[in-house]
């Protein structure tokens, strides 16, 4: 079964840094999309950096010059660098992706999450 394996979280005081990587496990070929969530205590999970096969990217404001989200398509993994870091950043991370496989000579393409990774920024 494919899943997405995710490492880097961890405590960290404010204005610290940390980087989440995210790598699939299971037989993939390649990636659509590929993204960080975040579920903050209290709140809704929301989308907070995404990139697209070519290197497009996307940030929520509250994140923009802090966090760079960057991939390898030769691993097809994802990476997210965040800096800077705020207490209001604490929060479960979700590293999300759009995997291919192949399946009977044809490449398909599925939605994976990843299992969460902790991030607690203190004051």
């Known amino acids: 079964q494919v899943q997405l394996v995710e490492s880097g979280g961890g405590e960290v005081q404010a204005g610290g840094s940390l980087r989440l990587s995210c790598v699939p496990s299971g037989n993939i070929l390649d990636a659509n999309d590929m993204g960080w969530y975040r579920q903050r205590p209290g709140k809704e999970r929301e989308l907070v950096a995404s990139?697209?096969?070519?290197?497009?990217?996307k940030y929520t404001n509250s994140v923009k010059g802090r966090f760079t989200i960057s991939r390898d398509n030769s691993k097809i993994s994802v990476a997210l660098l965040m800096n800077d870091l705020k207490p209001e950043d604490t929060a479960v991370y979700y590293c999300n992706a759009e995997l291919g496989s192949l399946n009977l000579d044809v490449v398909r393409y599925f939605e994976v999450w990843g299992q969460g990774t902790l991030v607690t920024v203190s004051s």
């Open positions: 990139i697209t096969r070519d290197g497009t990217t």
